[in-house]
């Protein structure tokens, strides 16, 4: 077995501000991915990486960076937080991209912007 | 257009009693069906998924799901909930690679 491990568990940022997240996994996986998951929307990507170094945009990367230096992790950075904005990231990893593929999530990072 | 939609933001049931949430789809094809569960503060874990065979998949803890192509629809039951199930459940498809499309899920509530 493995784990995805995101840092941190809790983000509390100001308006402008740009914010870091990070994420680790040990399954030894070729593909991650960063997901928002905003109250009733349900789940909603990012951005993903098929490996080391690969960035592929998803439906909401307006406002994002990320970054894939390792095959092991994978970081999503806030360019400007926006006033009031809350939500989770959910990092997630899968063997490969292939459809049928288990997504294995990690327990998140809480943003909350004052 | 491909979707998810879960009809039922709020399910609550009482302990013992049988469970079925509800997932329609929209895609033109037969795509991987998954059923994911959150747990507060929690990530989602997989339960079940299904690309063909047998229309019914057995996941874990005794859930089950159910395809069905002329309705689109890939519904998951219970005989017999715990409070324990209470949680989010998620349903999703893939239609390609790279791509996971998720309903907005629902909230089991089960009354001990």
């Known amino acids: 077995g493995g784990i995805i491990t995101q840092t941190p568990k809790f983000l509390i940022g100001q308006e402008g501000q740009k914010l870091t997240l990070k994420c680790q996994q040990n399954f030894n996986h070729d593909t991650m991915y960063w997901y928002r998951q905003d109250s009733g929307k349900g789940l909603r990507l990012i951005y993903y990486?098929?490996?080391?170094?690969?960035?592929q945009k998803g439906d909401l990367s307006e406002g994002y960076d990320a970054s894939r230096e390792k095959k092991s992790s994978f970081s999503l950075t806030v360019t400007s937080a926006q006033k009031n904005e809350m939500a989770v990231f959910l990092c997630?990893?899968?063997?490969?991209?292939?459809?049928?593929?288990?997504?294995?999530f990690g327990s998140g990072t809480r943003l909350t912007v004052l | 257009a491909q979707s998810v939609t879960q009809p039922d933001a709020r399910v609550t049931v009482s302990e013992g009693a049988s469970l079925q949430l509800r997932c329609k789809y929209s895609y033109s094809a037969t795509p991987y069906l998954f059923w994911y569960v959150q747990y507060p503060r929690q990530g989602l874990q997989l339960l079940l998924k299904y690309y063909s065979g047998d229309p019914v998949v057995q996941g874990v803890n005794s859930f089950e799901a159910e395809f069905s192509k002329s309705n689109s629809s890939f519904h998951l039951q219970k005989a017999s909930v715990h409070w324990s199930d209470s949680a989010v459940y998620f349903c999703?498809?893939?239609?390609?690679?790279?791509?996971?499309?998720f309903g907005k899920g629902t909230h089991l509530h089960v009354l001990p």
């Open positions: 999703a498809l893939s239609p390609n690679a790279y791509k996971v499309i």
């Open positions: 990486s098929i490996t080391e170094n690969d960035l």
């Open positions: 997630a990893s899968s063997s490969t991209g292939v459809g049928a593929e288990t997504l294995y």
